[in-house]
């Protein structure tokens, strides 16, 4: 009498993270219940296929792949699909349905070893309900981790991978980013690109040789691009449609940012062809037409000598003489000039707070680096008592991990502390003649200088309607001449209300006055 030939069967094995891949146990488990089942049922094993590391929420599984095709293979002859539980096959009931149809087009079952799946209505129930209690399962954790995250952005924390110019670090056991090594390459691209005197190509060009880097190879146009566009260098986290304030330490300014963003916006990347900035005009393309024509320059020749001149390109009748229009320019620079009295509030305020804040953190700083020197001792002293036998290695490695943690969180706090002493009066010595009178300042500067200066003064630059100025915004350091915070981490409201801003931060008003002082006293510009 002829044997009976056994069914043939492929044994399919998943683990979700490359974690328990590494660890190999839960593999182990699957395979062994799988391989019982199939000899408990009459199967003969033909291949197995193993998935570690994979997500079951999608199809896009290398192993599954092979599955299917090794399963449409008519010579290979597959009757069933063993699988540990329904959930290793797939944990969305949309995918899992099409699974299931594709296998039985190829007359091939689906066989669960720990759960009852037969081929009747039934069975078929049963099955329906474990690939919804799956899916179910899936979306609950997935609906976790979303709503984790969202609290985590909303407490100003970065998550995801650390921008450019960032590292990821975890302090008290949550993660955020601090500024690393490259943090003032992405400093000096904004820097840069906020004088508007090349294009950004050469910019690019220039960074890659100072060794800005992604992966090894410079940043492609679209990735140059995109960097300069994220709002977290200069402090805001934009994610879920929220905008949260990160409590990590911003790498520019929101006046630099906004100068960026308007220098990116009024050119077209493919067909803007650069001139660069004219040294006998420098209001060319900071003053604008309110039909948005750009202010340019030219001379005209007279009987004997030839006259500058400022117009609206397009615009007719509106030629105006280069002196009397940057005298005009002037005065109303000088207009926001902060009186003596709003001058010394200012510098009052930030000088007594900014150096109280970094006399507590270099304290601070004192402390952490006390503690860590005494965690590190005690390290040392648990392995002399291993080594003389006094505690086991299982004590030993217990004792040190706990200490490995502590030594973690103390170092990140000692990481985010400021790197020196800064000084706010040192700032003040620079900037307090440009803040009071800003449009003498500005005569008596380059005209590298100049250019920074008026685009400080007024980020979105000015209008000239009906023969006077406006302007959208300002620089906060000069709306300052009434109501200031009464703590660091308040807001200072504005004096003017036609201006469209957002309240500001001490610290802010202190970025601001760095980023000035760095300006007036940046040698290049002189």
Same mark, same amino acid.
């Given at each position: 009498?002829?044997?009976?030939?056994?069914?043939?069967?492929?044994?399919?094995?998943?683990?979700?993270?490359?974690?328990?891949?590494?660890?190999?146990?839960?593999?182990?488990?699957? @395979?062994?219940?799988?391989?019982?089942?199939?000899?408990?049922?009459?199967?003969?094993?033909?291949?197995?296929? %193993?998935?570690? #590391?994979?997500?079951?929420?999608?199809?896009?599984?290398?192993?599954?792949?092979?599955?299917?095709?090794?399963?449409?293979?008519?010579?290979?002859?597959?009757?069933?699909?063993?699988?540990?539980?329904?959930?290793?096959?797939?944990?969305?009931?949309?995918?899992?349905?099409?699974?299931?149809?594709?296998?039985?087009?190829?007359?091939?079952?689906?066989?669960?070893?720990?759960?009852?799946?037969?081929?009747?209505?039934?069975?078929?129930?049963?099955?329906?309900?474990? !690939?919804?209690?799956?899916?179910?399962?899936?979306?609950?954790? &997935?609906?976790?981790?979303?709503? +984790?995250?969202?609290?985590?952005?909303?407490?100003?924390?970065?998550?995801?991978?650390?921008?450019?110019?960032?590292?990821?670090?975890?302090?008290? @056991?949550?993660?955020?980013?601090?500024?690393?090594?490259?943090?003032?390459?992405?400093? @000096?691209?904004?820097?840069?690109?906020?004088?508007?005197?090349?294009? %950004?190509?050469?910019?690019?060009?220039?960074?890659?040789?100072? #060794?800005?880097?992604?992966?090894?190879?410079?940043?492609?146009?679209?990735?140059?691009?995109?960097?300069?566009?994220?709002?977290?260098?200069? *402090?805001?986290?934009?994610? =879920?449609?929220?905008?949260?304030? +990160?409590? $990590?330490?911003?790498?520019?300014?929101?006046?630099?940012?906004?100068?960026?963003?308007?220098?990116?916006?009024?050119?077209?990347?493919?067909? =803007?062809? $650069?001139?660069?900035?004219?040294?006998?005009?420098?209001?060319?393309?900071?003053?604008?037409?309110?039909?948005?024509?750009?202010?340019?320059?030219?001379?005209?020749?007279?009987?004997?000598?030839?006259?500058?001149?400022?117009?609206?390109?397009?615009?007719?009748?509106?030629?105006?003489?280069?002196?009397?229009?940057?005298?005009?320019?002037?005065?109303?620079?000088?207009?926001?000039?902060? &009186?003596?009295?709003?001058?010394?509030?200012?510098? #009052?305020?930030?000088?007594?707070?900014?150096?109280?804040?970094?006399?507590?953190?270099?304290?601070?700083? &004192?402390?952490?680096?006390?503690?860590?020197?005494?965690?590190?001792?005690?390290?040392?002293?648990?392995?002399?008592?291993?080594?003389?036998?006094?505690?086991?290695?299982?004590?030993?490695? &217990?004792?040190?991990?706990?200490?490995?943690?502590?030594?973690?969180?103390?170092? +990140?706090?000692?990481?985010?502390?400021?790197?020196?002493?800064?000084?706010?009066?040192?700032?003040?010595?620079?900037?307090?003649? =440009?803040?009071?009178?800003?449009?003498?300042?500005?005569?008596?500067?380059?005209?590298?200088?100049?250019?920074?200066?008026?685009?400080?003064?007024?980020?979105? *630059?000015?209008?000239?309607?009906?023969?006077?100025?406006?302007?959208?915004?300002?620089?906060?350091? =000069?709306?300052?001449?009434?109501?200031? !915070?009464?703590?660091?981490?308040?807001?200072?409201?504005?004096?003017?209300?036609?201006?469209?801003?957002?309240?500001?931060?001490?610290?802010?008003?202190?970025?601001? %006055?760095?980023?000035?002082?760095?300006?007036?006293?940046?040698?290049?510009?002189?």
């Amino acid at each position: 009498m002829e044997t009976e030939t056994k069914k043939r069967a492929v044994i399919y094995c998943r683990v979700s993270t490359k974690e328990q891949a590494k660890e190999g146990g839960s593999l182990l488990t699957q @395979k062994r219940a799988c391989t019982e089942y199939a000899e408990d049922n009459g199967y003969e094993i033909i291949e197995t296929f %193993i998935e570690e #590391g994979e997500s079951a929420k999608t199809q896009n599984r290398t192993q599954l792949k092979r599955l299917m095709s090794f399963c449409a293979d008519r010579k290979n002859n597959v009757h069933a699909v063993i699988a540990y539980k329904i959930d290793r096959i797939s944990r969305n009931m949309d995918d899992y349905s099409y699974l299931r149809l594709y296998f039985k087009k190829h007359k091939v079952e689906i066989k669960s070893t720990s759960e009852a799946i037969e081929d009747n209505p039934a069975g078929r129930f049963m099955e329906n309900m474990l !690939a919804n209690v799956a899916q179910f399962d899936n979306d609950v954790r &997935t609906e976790r981790s979303v709503n +984790g995250m969202r609290d985590a952005v909303r407490e100003g924390r970065h998550i995801g991978k650390a921008p450019y110019g960032y590292s990821r670090i975890k302090i008290d @056991k949550k993660a955020n980013i601090i500024p690393n090594e490259d943090a003032p390459l992405v400093r @000096k691209l904004f820097a840069e690109v906020a004088k508007n005197d090349r294009s %950004i190509a050469e910019i690019r060009l220039e960074m890659h040789k100072a #060794g800005m880097l992604h992966k090894g190879k410079p940043f492609g146009k679209s990735q140059f691009y995109r960097l300069l566009q994220n709002e977290v260098y200069c *402090g805001w986290i934009v994610k =879920f449609g929220e905008r949260n304030k +990160g409590s $990590y330490e911003p790498l520019v300014s929101e006046l630099l940012f906004e100068r960026v963003q308007s220098v990116l916006k009024r050119r077209s990347h493919k067909s =803007f062809i $650069y001139q660069r900035e004219n040294p006998d005009f420098p209001l060319r393309r900071f003053v604008f037409h309110p039909n948005g024509a750009k202010l340019t320059g030219y001379w005209a020749q007279g009987k004997k000598n030839k006259y500058p001149y400022y117009r609206f390109k397009g615009v007719a009748k509106t030629d105006f003489l280069k002196d009397r229009f940057e005298k005009r320019y002037m005065a109303y620079m000088s207009k926001y000039g902060l &009186t003596n009295g709003a001058m010394q509030k200012l510098k #009052g305020m930030l000088v007594e707070r900014f150096d109280r804040r970094i006399t507590e953190h270099m304290q601070l700083g &004192t402390q952490l680096k006390a503690r860590i020197a005494d965690l590190e001792t005690k390290q040392g002293m648990l392995i002399d008592k291993n080594l003389k036998g006094v505690i086991n290695d299982a004590i030993l490695q &217990t004792q040190l991990a706990v200490i490995d943690d502590q030594l973690n969180d103390l170092k +990140g706090q000692l990481l985010r502390l400021p790197s020196k002493h800064e000084k706010m009066e040192r700032y003040f010595a620079v900037v307090e003649e =440009f803040l009071k009178d800003p449009g003498k300042i500005w005569a008596k500067s380059s005209n590298q200088k100049r250019l920074r200066l008026q685009w400080f003064e007024f980020p979105h *630059g000015i209008v000239l309607e009906n023969e006077k100025f406006r302007t959208q915004k300002v620089a906060s350091v =000069f709306n300052v001449k009434s109501g200031f !915070a009464t703590d660091l981490s308040r807001s200072v409201r504005r004096t003017r209300r036609s201006y469209n801003q957002p309240e500001i931060t001490i610290q802010q008003y202190a970025q601001e %006055i760095k980023e000035l002082a760095g300006i007036l006293s940046d040698p290049e510009n002189t």
